[in-house]
Every structure is written in C-alpha cells, then in structure tokens.
C-alpha cells in the first residue's frame, strides 16, 4: 500500500546521500545497505569521502559515551586532508545534525540524531518496501518482518480489549492493526500526514466489511472518515489507547521519531485538549533491533511510550513522564505553518499570541546563530 509518511520534509536523493536536510537531520539513502553499491566511492569529492568516515565515527561511538571526537590536527592526520576539507565534511554533518561543534570544547555526536541514524540502519534489514518510496525508510515508518507477531500481543492487551477509541498513527507498520480494530467495530483517531489536514475519526461499526482494508491506508481513510476540528477532538472524550510505530525506542521508554517531533506534538496536542493524560496507556510497536538499551537523554520532541511491542515480546518501560499539555518550546516554527490546529488554538486566545511570538523569535535567533557558526566553521 502507498506510503504513511509522517511529514518528513526533504526527499533523500541516492545519487547526492549526504547532502542531508539540515532540519530534519535526514540519513543518507538506506536503502543501499541491501546489497547496492557503497553511497560514497573514490569518484566522489574528497570532503564527501571525509564526511563519510566521519559520519562512521560517530555512529561507533557509545550511546552512553558524551565525550568529544578527536581534535582536529588528529583527524587531519589520520585522514590525510586538508583542515579545510575537514571543516566543510564537519560542516555538512553538523548542518545534518549527527554532529555539533562548540567552539573551544570540541566536536560532539548528538545522541538523539545518533539513535535515529542507528535506528534507521538497523532498520533497513529488515523492513518491508512501500509501494510509493521503496526502502527510503527516511520519509515513513516501514512495515516490517514480524510485525503480525506485535500485532496479536497488542490486540491481547487488557488495555486493547477494553477500549472503545484507539489513538492510531498512520505507520506503514501498523495498517493491519488498523485494519484489524475497524473489524472490532472501534472508533479510530488517526492523523493525516504531518497534520496538515488535521486528525481524522473511523467508526468500525459504519464501514461496511469489503471497506475496511482501503480505510486502513491513509491514502483511503479520508474517503469513511470525519475531519475533526478543534471542536471535534475536545467532543471525543477520553481516548482509551494510543499506538505508534517509531524509528527506535529506549528501553526506559523514549519514543524517537524520523526528527519532525510529529507524534510528540500529536500528544501534546491530545494533552491540551483533555482527550489523553499521564494516565492514558502508549504502545510502541517495533522491531526488536530498533529497541535501544542505553541511556538517551530525551529532548523536547521525544515523546514517551509505556509498553514495547516486539516480535520477540512485550517490554515495559520504566514509565517516565508524559507531557500535560502543548510546550511551545518542543513545536518547531515550521509546523505553526503546516498545522492548522496550532494557529486555531492561537485565533481562539486558547494560546497566548505574545508567547507564540516570542517562540517564534527565539526560533529566528537560533536558527540564524545556527548559520553564523556554519559560517564561521567554513572560514576558520
């Protein structure tokens, strides 16, 4: 079935890997790990050989290890380049987001962008083609071999049996457990792509039986289902259950998405609204390679998950705390132009506008501050 892409922004080119969105901090093409020809070769420019080697540096290292990379005049030694290929390879990856240079401490792997690339490769062996994107696992969360197995252990949750409104995202992963509870006669919430035509509601028990597989896609959900509006989501009541697919989960329970905080902000969103609470069981089904066992410090779109569903068994986390409400601070600028609830929310006072404001400057200064180290990497 076509893609459920969770509003990821850049497309990954394989002739062009490691020219990677900046913000999104996208990998390069994954797909080539399935015996295609290595995504860097002696053909292509020096600095892209070098971000190559360093990018492998990174991705070695400990989950658990916050130390620097080596300093400079070492690499430039052990690589046998230029300082100033150097810095435009570290420039590339810190743009990408793997890496981040602070000036007069050194160079350091960001650990949320680290799990998210290990998740990713790691999950290329052993995920399932979309009929849309084919292995750029990078731009959706794949189906993936064993998924039937996290599929019964979730539908035997007491959690699952008892409810009657499921929270449901639009994983590739989890369509036939879509499938499957519009069967039950449940009511689903599932978000559109990125959200940016809301959340919509399936009601099982109006679906005739022939429907249900088309209603299980997101790209024939719309067709038997109800576009909720603010209003609309507040009138849901409680939601009983919410599943989600992920890039990779810690054990302690931290959700990593593609880098768009989508299902985060989903949460919050839920959060604010009062339909969902600290309370409110979460459900991540994975792989087992994508569940990681360190310790990873959670950032602000790191949203938290109860229970790990893998082929090899359920794994409960060690419940961390859930956000209670929307963060401004966790949305990006980006989205309050892609998602219309965010900006309704301000239009009804619901949201201060001043804050969002100042948010929104806080965003402009980093991002700037962000392109005047990039600068000042690129001409020291």
């Not at 019964?152 to 992963?173: C, H, M, T, W």
């Not at 302690?252 to 309370?279: K, R």
């Not at 991002?367 to 005047?372: G, W």
């Amino acid at each position: 079935m076509a893609s459920t892409r969770r509003g990821q922004p850049h497309p990954v080119r394989r002739a062009d890997a490691v020219q990677l969105a900046s913000r999104a901090g996208t990998p390069p093409n994954l797909s080539s790990r399935r015996g295609e020809p290595s995504r860097y070769s002696d053909l292509q420019p020096l600095y892209r050989q070098v971000c190559h080697h360093l990018e492998e540096l990174a991705l070695s290292q400990r989950f658990d290890d916050v130390s620097a990379l080596p300093p400079e005049g070492q690499l430039v030694d052990r690589l046998g380049v230029s300082r100033g290929t150097l810095r435009r390879a570290t420039d590339e990856l810190a743009r990408a987001g793997l890496l981040s240079v602070e000036p007069g401490r050194g160079t350091f792997v960001d650990k949320a962008t680290q799990v998210r690339w290990r998740g990713w490769e790691r999950l290329a062996r052993v995920a399932r083609p979309d009929s849309r994107f084919d292995l750029d696992i990078s731009r959706f969360i794949p189906d993936f071999e064993g998924r039937e197995i996290c599929d019964e252990l979730i539908v035997d949750l007491d959690q699952y049996k008892r409810s009657g409104l499921v929270f449901v995202a639009p994983d590739n992963s989890l369509q036939s457990l879509r499938e499957s509870a519009l069967g039950e006669g449940k009511r689903l919430i599932v978000p559109t792509s990125g959200m940016r035509r809301g959340i919509v509601a399936l009601d099982g028990k109006t679906i005739p039986p022939r429907s249900r597989a088309l209603a299980a896609v997101l790209d024939g959900m719309e067709r038997f289902a109800q576009p909720l509006d603010l209003r609309g989501l507040r009138a849901l009541g409680r939601i009983d259950l919410v599943v989600t697919g992920a890039v990779a989960v810690t054990e302690q329970g931290v959700h990593i998405d593609s880098g768009t905080g989508m299902f985060c902000l989903e949460w919050m969103l839920l959060a604010h609204l009062g339909v969902v609470n600290v309370q409110t069981p979460v459900v991540a089904s994975v792989h087992a390679c994508q569940v990681v066992p360190a310790l990873v410090a959670r950032s602000d779109t790191d949203a938290v998950v109860d229970l790990i569903a893998t082929p090899g068994g359920l794994l409960r986390c060690r419940g961390l705390d859930k956000a209670s409400g929307l963060r401004l601070e966790a949305v990006p600028h980006a989205l309050f132009e892609t998602v219309p609830y965010l900006n309704q929310l301000v239009s009804e006072g619901d949201i201060a506008s001043h804050l969002v404001s100042r948010f929104r400057d806080s965003w402009t200064i980093k991002a700037r501050l962000s392109k005047i180290s990039s600068a000042v990497l690129c001409h020291t």
